[in-house]
């Protein structure tokens, strides 16, 4: 399916059908919401905790304090996996549920499609783009909004609690965060632009499985298997030099985020350790300020993979809008009940693409008990004349049922 101008405008069916169905199941995801925030709020104070164990605990030897403070820990790390288990249980159920009734919603805008668009796709091609484009839309359905949600307040409170530490040290922290915007921005487009190519052969490749397998007893009766295999694995080569390029796009992101993100603690090792030296800091203070930088930077590299998904979205939105976009058969007209006893075809036209006519200048006329043979080459329109004459396909040109024009 070719993209076409203002693409944007056609974003709305599919928002606003993820939207509907992601509504259905608000409470739950503001549940799920409420939990996954109360799991984020309990990691906070281990950072202080551990500074406090090396400047007050270690010092005096206070056994008693270390034991309180080692079993604290271990009981918000056991809530912490519970919480975990049961968001997770929770979340998987929901994404699944709206997969499920989006399929339902496309699959009953297909029932209506024209039958000259599976025709122009192809069978195997649609059902690629039913069953994977709505699993792509998952970064809607509230969880990995939650959890972004969940990172950007652990984001704020990381650097909040750094700059109470030591704000020079934050500010040498933050120095990098110009690196990773530009780069996030930069891989996102090139992502987008990767991910509707490889989505685009996948689908193929569905479709050309789909034929090929419904050819299996042709291609054997006229010893053309060989022949069949190569026509299946050039699609897939397709797909997977596609998804390798696409891949090789995140992989690079990720790799070259990781190096960025090496950059800060190695400044911060030399800067605050000569601090510690020169005594500014605590050993303890240290190793808080040095724990917070995963508040800080493990959102940062959750910000980039949610660009990825993003520009994914994005493209899934734009598949299912173009499926919305697909024309339907018209709903007029009247059932036809009486018995037919003349079927008149008059200049039938009939054309799949646009210039491309199957039927042109076709004159049929029979008569209840009468037998006509239809012959032509495979591909010739048999099957799309009798599909005509049932009302199928939109055509030019007159069927007339004892007498009367059909519509």
Known sequence: MKKKKGARKALSPALMLVLKEVGMYRWKIILGGILVLVGSLMLLPRPFAMGYVIDVVFPNKDVRMLLIAVGLLFLVHLLKALQLYFVGVLFYKINNKIIIDIR?????????????????????????????DPHRL????????????????????GVAAMIYIEWKLALLSLMIIPLFIAATHYFGKKIKKQSSIAYETSAKATKSLQENISLVELCRAF????????????????TYRDLVRLNRLEMLNAAFMSFIGTISPLLLLGYGGYQIIIGNITIGNFVTF???????????????????????LRVALFRIDEIFALPEVSRDGEVFKKEIREIELKNIRFEYETGKPVLRGIHIKG??????????????GKSTLINIIMGLYEFEGTVLLNGAPMD
């Open 104 to 132: 339902r919603v496309l699959f009953e805008k297909l029932s209506r499609v024209k039958l000259s668009e599976y025709k122009k796709y192809g069978t195997g091609y649609l059902m690629s783009r039913l069953k994977d």
């Open 138 to 157: 998952s970064i809607l359905f509230g969880e990995k909004i939650i959890e972004m949600i969940k990172q950007v307040l652990t984001f704020i409170v």
């Open 223 to 238: 010893n053309r298997n060989l022949y069949n295999i190569r026509r299946y694995m050039k699609a897939v080569t397709l």
């Open 290 to 312: 040095m724990s917070l930088m995963n508040f800080v930077f493990g959102p940062a590299s959750s910000f980039i993979g949610f660009n990825s998904e993003i520009q994914k």
């Open 367 to 380: 008569k209840k008990g009468e037998k006509i043979g239809i012959m032509g080459s495979s591909g010739a």
